[in-house]
């Protein structure tokens, strides 16, 4: 079964930083998702990225998909006290499915 | 904009009784989900509903859960006879396709088995 593996683990970073996480697959993706949530609290949709070599961007953050379609890197610009929280990526099992499997999380905290 | 609510935000029962989880998702969406979230570990895929029916649902969604489109808008999971690991944040979403771009999450229920 398909395993998404995200580093680091937890982040601390200075306001006005840049930062990335990582978002590493076992098998191919098939629609990536980035979500952000705050401690004990829902998931707020960031973006999604598809096609391999796709980049998108909101905002102060940048989400990349590699070209083999494994690996997908989160990166924030110029971080702030409310890019805290926890990032989260999800990704569907498989071409024919709309679950999405997750990674543990990445625990961002910006200290300002 | 649209969102997905749900209620309660949190429930506190006693082992043995029956729960019911209550969800409004997005009223043009044609997929729903329930996802759960054990304290400290991953986001779990439960079950997936389309056309009223189940579309796919995970080993954890055995014979104690069950899933309903009662009316129209409400999406709501029933776990019966609650065991201490069924705590959990219970999270539902919806899409309005399967492959969709968004899959929207609710607030969560926090879920308290004692």
């Known amino acids: 079964s398909q395993e998404l593996e995200q580093s680091p683990q937890s982040l601390i970073v200075q306001e006005g930083k840049n930062l990335t996480i990582n978002c590493t697959s076992s098998?191919?993706?098939?629609?990536l998702y980035w979500y952000k949530q705050k401690y004990g609290e829902g998931l707020i949709f960031l973006m999604m990225?598809?096609?391999?070599?796709e980049e998108k961007s909101h905002e102060k953050i940048t989400a990349k998909l590699d070209e083999k379609k494994q690996q997908s890197s989160l990166h924030i610009t110029a971080s702030q006290p409310s890019h805290a929280g926890i990032y989260l990526c999800?990704?569907?099992?498989?071409?024919?499915?709309?679950?999405?499997?997750f990674g543990q999380g990445t625990t961002l905290q910006v200290k300002p | 904009e649209p969102e997905v609510t749900q209620t309660p935000s949190h429930q506190v029962t006693q082992m043995g009784q029956e729960v019911i989880l209550r969800c409004v998702p997005i009223?043009?969406?044609?997929?729903f989900y329930w996802y759960r979230q054990i304290l400290g570990q991953k986001v779990e895929f439960l079950v997936s509903?389309?056309?009223?029916?189940?579309?796919?649902k995970s080993e954890i969604f055995d014979d104690q859960f069950s899933v309903e489109r009662p009316d129209g808008s409400n999406f709501t999971l029933k776990i019966r006879s609650t065991k201490l690991e069924d705590s959990a944040m219970y999270f539902c979403?919806?899409?309005?396709?399967?492959?969709?771009?968004?899959?929207?999450f609710g607030p969560g229920t926090r879920l308290l088995v004692l």
């Open positions: 098998k191919t993706l098939y629609g």
């Open positions: 509903f389309y056309n009223n029916e189940i579309s796919e």
């Open positions: 990225l598809q096609k391999g070599g």
């Open positions: 979403a919806s899409s309005p396709s399967m492959r969709s771009e968004t899959q929207y």
């Open positions: 009223s043009n969406h044609l997929y």
């Open positions: 999800g990704a569907h099992g498989s071409s024919n499915t709309g679950k999405l499997i």
